[in-house]
């Protein structure tokens, strides 16, 4: 079982990137499927969430509107769309599969860097 991110990367303030988070032993069948981040010093915030089941989304205040989440379940991927980028987005940016309702994730993957140049 494994979630691999990918798609960070360095970028100027107001660009873009997409990041990809990869399935690999499971599918995503009933689950949700969350982007995290975590900045230096900072706790881990979530940030958007899709269900796998009928693909509603959801958005953290900070980045609604910039940010879109969607999922292909025929690669078993999940993405995330950052557009309009600032400065305090910068963080590592993980993706986590379990049930959102009741905050519980049973599975992590391992990080991908994203960093906003101002």
């Known amino acids: 079982v494994q979630l691999v991110e990918s798609g960070g990367g360095l970028v100027q303030a107001g660009g873009s990137l997409r990041l990809s988070c990869a399935a690999s032993?499971?599918?995503?069948?009933?689950?949700?499927i969350g982007w995290f981040r975590q900045a230096p010093g900072k706790e881990r915030e979530g940030i958007s969430w899709?269900?796998?089941?009928?693909?509603?989304?959801d958005y953290a205040d900070s980045v609604k509107g910039r940010f879109t989440i969607s999922i292909d379940n025929a690669k078993n991927t999940v993405y995330l769309q950052m557009n309009s980028l600032k400065s305090e987005d910068t963080a590592v940016y993980y993706c986590a599969v379990g049930a959102r309702l009741t905050n519980s994730w049973l599975y992590w993957g391992q990080g991908t860097q994203v960093t906003v140049s101002s």
């Open positions: 899709i269900s796998s089941s009928d693909g509603s989304t």
């Open positions: 032993g499971f599918t995503f069948d009933d689950y949700a």
